[in-house]
């Protein structure tokens, strides 16, 4: 038995391990084969986000946000919801976990006079509650960040503030072997502090940078961010979506972290923020939820004394109760349970793995992805996608790529790019174009198996053999509409 023990190479070392869980419950998808999704697609007008999820016969990687498989335990957990209109069980049980998760000082006990702890329906929520109430104390303002979501930057102007984007070089840098391509351009964040810190109100830091590729933000920056944004007086917040996500690169790629479990690299990362946003849809493990957290005594409480009674009010107006916030008492649970689960070793190994090799699958076929790979989502090249074709910018390859996709294998993929991206100008009837352009894949949770990812490598692969047959698309609904990508309508054009 020795002997034999010492020849196997033993679980650690195989190529292709098993998961760390295994499928409790399965759902069987709609049968629909291409001639109809075709015909869908045209009646939804090449509109990805408007075709029916059902007749998604392949992969849905509209998006990974609230489409996480749950586990038993937060199935089980459901049925524990305590739906009570204040001061539900959940609520206190979530309060622990957070200050579990994330480091003591961003949840008083609710009765406090000075709240910090706000709970939101979901991410956008939480972000319109924070940019509203700022946008009420003034105009002019400017808020940076390294790269912020769409729905972010909407609802940051909708504020009438200004959302800045300082990308790192390194993403925009095909060369680059950088593992932190999401990070902040700390020199373009030190300028516009020296010209401007009296319009900012905070600084952003997106982790993972969903935006930017869904690369992550290493620990140093997140750190040399802070001290930026703390010596012009300002607080530094974190839109912290996927934050195991994140934490897991730091502990993988950068220096000084490999021995450190995902929870203490998590809380050095918050122990740098003054405040957080978040989606709990992703890193939560949750179908739904969000939160505003600020930390008690810190810079942005300081600074703005008058704003947590502005937010429990906006809360009462518009979500309910500060103690659920626009959560079900069952949501408040799976998310109580998701929040354990998120930060464990084996998950999160699994978890990015899986996007890893679904990435490296695209590469080994030739097709153009950013590199190296985030967390949470494998980003199609769309410039590089359709080089040596006669695609143009405002031919909106992406929006082509998608329908094509979903119409002839039942993939669903999200442009990010050039429409979504992008904004029209009707007095010069020209078009605006970001600094990138992408096609995302985004990997729900605990969701596919290597199979499924398998079949989309190979059908992208066979679109892209024949990219040069894609047709252009013409913008016939929505164009010069804000968050245009979610409400336009498209036909080819020839
Ligand atoms: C980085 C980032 N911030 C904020 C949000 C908004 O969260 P929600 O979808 O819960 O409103 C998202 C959603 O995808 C996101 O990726």
Redesign the pocket.
């Known amino acids: 038995m020795d002997n034999l023990m010492q020849a196997l190479k033993g679980e650690a070392n195989l190529a292709v391990k098993p998961r760390p869980y295994f499928n409790h419950s399965v759902s069987f998808k709609g049968v629909h084969d291409r001639k109809a999704r075709t015909e869908m697609m045209e009646k939804v007008g090449l509109n990805v986000f408007f075709f029916p999820a059902d007749m998604i016969t392949g992969c849905d990687f509209l ?4 489409t996480t498989t749950m586990t038993d335990e937060q199935w089980a957990a459901l049925h524990m919801g305590d739906e009570s209109y204040g001061s539900n069980k959940g609520y206190f049980m979530l309060r622990d976990a957070v200050n579990d998760t994330f480091g003591q000082g961003f949840w008083n006990e609710p009765t406090a006079n000075r709240p910090n702890a706000f709970l939101f329906h ?4 939480a ?1 319109d509650a924070l940019f509203s109430v700022l946008g009420a104390l003034g105009e002019g303002q400017i808020i940076p960040s390294n790269g912020h ?1 769409d ?2 930057e909407a609802n940051i102007e909708a504020n009438k503030i200004e959302a800045v984007n300082l990308f790192s070089s390194e993403l925009k840098d095909p060369n680059s072997t950088s593992k932190f391509k999401g990070n902040i351009d700390t020199n373009r964040l030190k300028t516009l502090l020296a010209e401007s810190a009296d319009k900012i109100p905070v600084v952003y830091i ?1 982790i993972t940078n ?2 930017g590729g869904g690369q992550p933000v290493s620990m140093a920056n997140i750190k040399e961010a802070s001290e930026i944004a703390n010596a012009a007086g300002k607080p530094l917040f974190l ?1 912290s ?2 934050f195991a996500e994140n934490a897991w690169f730091i502990q993988k790629n950068e220096e000084g972290y490999a021995q450190k479990s995902i929870k203490e690299i998590v809380r050095e990362m918050f122990s740098y923020a003054d405040g957080f ?1 978040i ?4 890193d939560g493990l949750s179908n739904m ?2 939160g505003l957290f600020l930390r008690d005594g810190g810079k942005f409480m300081q600074s703005y004394p008058q704003i947590p009674d502005m937010l429990t009010n906006l809360q009462i107006l518009q979500e309910g109760h500060p103690t659920y916030g626009g959560m079900s008492g069952r949501d408040i649970m799976t998310l109580v349970v998701g929040l354990k689960t998120i930060t464990r070793q084996e998950y999160l190994d699994a978890r990015v793995q899986q996007v890893i090799d679904f990435g490296q699958a695209m590469v080994d076929a030739g097709i153009p992805v950013l590199t190296p790979f985030g967390g949470h989502a494998v980003y199609l090249d769309v410039n590089r996608f359709f080089e040596g074709t006669n695609m143009q910018p405002g031919d909106f390859g992406g929006i082509s790529f998608t329908a094509i996709l979903l119409a002839a294998y039942g993939h669903r993929a999200c442009e990010l790019g050039y429409f979504a991206f992008g904004s029209y100008n009707g007095e010069t009837n020209e078009e605006k174009f970001p600094e990138v352009n992408f096609v995302r894949f985004a990997v729900p949770r605990l969701r596919y198996e290597k199979t499924d990812l398998d079949s989309v490598v190979e059908a992208v692969k066979e679109i892209y053999e024949n990219r040069d047959k894609i047709p252009p698309t013409d913008v016939i609904y929505g164009k010069e509409l804000p968050l245009r990508h979610f409400k336009a309508r498209f036909e080819f054009k020839n």
Not at 122 to 125: D, F, S
Not at 279 to 282: H, L, Y
């Open positions: 998006s990974d946000s609230g979901q991410g956008r929520a972000e979501f729905t972010t997106t969903n935006t839109d979506c996927r946003t989606s709990f849809k992703k939820g969000g």
